[in-house]
């Protein structure tokens, strides 16, 4: 391997594009599948959403992160994940 060349493979899962979305999980380089919508309530408002993304792999162990803080509010498919105020029933 090509000394300061990092490549974005983690086990056996690449992800397709250096652009595409990755898996918010520390040093995980997978591709995201999910989209984990959560707030702190001590520091956001109740309708307040931020993101985390997560491979496979690791959407059981960022939910339980989450969920274990009460921050958790919906795990979503990236294909499916709305921003909020963007979707049909928006305006």
């Known amino acids: 391997m090509a000394q300061g ?10 992800a397709p594009d250096p652009d595409a979305p990755m898996c918010s999980a520390k040093g995980c380089r997978a591709a995201a599948v999910w989209v984990l919508a959560w707030n702190n309530p001590k520091l956001h ?3 307040r959403r931020k993101t985390w993304l997560a491979c496979e ?18 795990v979503v498919k990236l294909e499916d994940w709305e921003t909020p105020g963007t979707g049909p029933s928006a305006g």
């Open 57 to 74: 792999e690791h959407r059981e162990y960022l939910s339980k992160f989450l969920g274990v803080r009460g921050f958790l509010k919906d």
């Open 45 to 47: 408002t109740p309708e």
């Open 5 to 14: 060349r990092e490549h974005a493979r983690v086990g056996h899962v690449m």
